[in-house]
């Protein structure tokens, strides 16, 4: 007869938290917190001894007294007799300004290197390669300022343009760069609906909303005839006129205009004017970060095997389809996690535009109001809230579209 | 038959036709030429613009490079010389070399202290990167920072000796006890390197020479591409460490340790450099005991180090991820223990797939040490948006100088990426 027997009953004994594995790391968590707890309680003090020595406290009442600085490029209305905490959101629509435009040309360069850099073409490949490692081996800093010596030393002072026969002209007519920034048209609403400008513009950035909607929706009812008869019935002018129709009555019956910068005193005036600092600091950071992008794009076409190619073929679908329907989306599993990354990267690499004295949220609230109030602990602390919640509502999007590519195993 | 066919065709051959080179169009440059750039009329037209951009591009850099000035005293000086010609005055650097390298403040009869310390370095990395140099250079490597230290700060020769000293008691203590029990042998080798410190810095106070042989140097008269090189391997050396440490924490499985490294990663890698140098240099200083005096070098030496820290881990953890279930659980049946598992079986395996991503973490990093001139140290690009440019003689070079930096930088990260991209290919083990 076999017996069972129960292993013995076994009695929990001190020595155990080091030597069974089981209750090992209950011991080293618990070092681990003690060491943390004091850790951080040794710091706090040092800060509090450190602040009562130099009769200092925690305090958030500048943010509401008047900055008394001027910034030169601002989205929303600011005197240096606005707040602090107005100084510090005309830094962060700034910042977003330079990093959303920046995206969309690094996005372009470097799409068109990557592509190109497997071009057939022996030179032009040779010359994407040559551009990659250029722009990726030298600091994005170095770049910045070349481009803002450029937009300072080498560009014409506006006084240039004057007289019978001026040293410099304008480009078409239409656009002025000068050492002082470029001047470009900018549109003009004759009989606005609404008392305040940016009313007007929401309206016309709705419509176009409600015109995106329209396309989809035209595209739902274009598949659904295709899959009832076979045959796709042609969108594309219907498409054309979703899009512009609607926004282009809105526009006309607001009355655009463009009004063309001219040189008026010792100045252009009218039309928008773009400074030197966003220029050097949105052309440094996106062909900087394009040469990154490139390498990418680059990665994500050639992981996807010529088997794909070939066996879409064999199935007897058109190049363009091949490319669309098989080839793309399987890159863009590869290439959109590491793009989304390096537009993480070019709004954290904004943050140097305090080298060259754009007003963005580092040089606002980090820089000149840091240095007036003397509030170092409370700005430093704001600036890397702002920074890390960009940072983690991009990781949460890249998070939620990498689980809905990822590949259904298992 | 045969007879009949040869009346069926006008013409049969008879003899082997000889072998005859392939159509000048089919090969050698001309076939090449034809492939590779005007395969097509769209690829001609490429072509034909790429050719035009390189040559606007040479036209413009090579007559002002060719006729550059290399001997004046200033600015003015150069655009005598040049008569009106274009031509770069890259007497600028001739003149400046040793600020752009040293820095503004560095005592001129102690450049030789740096330029040795640099030579170390270099026999000193070399056993780390190419694994086939004798082993024994690693004593250098070992021996490096301390000499090192010695040579730039100079100051009383026990400081460095002491260190030296603790770390060696530390490496003595781990390896004798480490092999059995790796926590005892780990925190006993801290535990005695701090004692030989505690009591060295004591015994360095009370012998405190009036001259030491070598002048001190204070940090703030650390400057130009030295600091740049001295940030840079500083605090890659220090982040690889403490990058492992923060990897092997995250994918932990006690809930505490794994939250406090997932918190300082996400945070760390959250903000921009820029915030964490800001913190270094006004805010850091509150968080030390009152009166203690720690300079900003090493403030912003223990920044940078964390931020790069964050920025390794990552890429080890993606090595920890790539390696098979397989292999972890290979290593515990064998009856390792974690530290012996990770040492002997994982480390090196996980190490080898991150080393192209560190490399690329090294170069990013060496890149960003130029973000310090932004809170005002006088790195290379301190030195020339400060001092050089702003000087009378010199105001409006921008272009030799920032080509200068642009170049110098150029080839040492150019260089490490080749660097890595030959390890890779020495260290593929795998057949393919």
Known sequence: MTILTDPPEEQFRISMLLSDTRYRSLTFQGIALVVLIFAIAYLAGNLIQNLTQAGLSISYEFLFKPSGYDINQTLIPYTSQSTNLRAAIVGVLNTLLVAGLACVTATIFGVTAGVLRLSKNWLIRKLMAVYVEIFRNIPVLIWIIIIFTIMTAVMPAPSAFRGED????????????????????????????????????????????????????????????????????????????????????????????????????????????????????????????????????????????????????????????????????????????????????????????????????????????????????????????????ISLSISAVMNIYNNSVKLKER | MSDAHAHSVAFVRTEVIPQSPPPAQQTGVMKWLRDNLFSSWANTLLTLVAAWLIYLILSAILPWIFNGVWNADSLTQCREILAGRTGACFAVLTERWNQLLFGYSYPRDLYWRPVLAFAIMLVAIAPVLFFDLPRKLLIVTALFPFIAFYLIWGGPILTPIVALLGCGAGYVVFNRYGKGNFAAGFFGGIATAFVVWGVGGFVVDLVRPETPWMTPVPSRDLGGFMLNMMLGVTCVSLSVPLGIVLALGRQSDMPLIKGICVVFIEFVRGVPLITLLFVASVMLAYFFPPDSTVDLFLRVVIMITMFSSAYIAEVIRGGLAALPKGQFEAADSLGLDYPQAMRLIILPQALKISIPGIVNVAVGLFKDTTLVSVISMFDLIGMIRGPILASTEWNGVYWELLGFASLLFFVVCYGISQYSQWLERRLATDHR
């Open chain 1, 166 to 389: 001026p040293d410099s002209t304008m480009l078409l007519g239409l656009f002025a760069f000068t050492n002082r920034g470029v001047y470009v048209p900018g549109p003009q609403l004759a009989s606005p609906l609404f008392a305040a400008t940016a009313l007007n513009w929401f309206l016309v950035v709705l419509f176009l909303v409600g015109s995106w909607f329209g396309g989809r929706a035209l595209g739902t009812w274009a598949t659904a005839k295709q899959e009832a008869t076979g045959v796709r019935p042609t969108t594309w002018y219907w498409t054309l006129a979703i899009w512009f129709v609607p926004a282009g009555i809105l526009l006309a019956i607001m009355g655009l205009h463009w009004q063309i910068p001219a040189l008026k005193g010792f100045n252009f005036s009218g039309g928008i004017k773009v400074g030197g600092p966003l220029i050097a600091l949105w052309f440094a950071l996106s062909i900087y970060t394009g040469a990154f992008i490139a390498e990418n794009v680059r990665a994500g076409i050639q992981a996807i095997s010529k088997g794909q190619t070939e066996a879409a073929a064999s199935l007897g679908l058109r190049p363009g389809r091949i490319m669309n329907l098989v080839i793309l989306p399987q890159a863009l599993r590869v290439i959109i996690p590491p793009l989304i990354s390096q537009y993480l990267n070019i709004t954290k690499n904004s943050s140097l535009a305090i080298a060259v004295g754009y007003a963005d949220v580092t040089a606002t609230l980090g820089g000149i109001t840091l240095n007036q109030t003397g509030r170092a602990i409370e700005c430093v602390l704001l600036l890397m809230l702002f920074y890390l919640t």
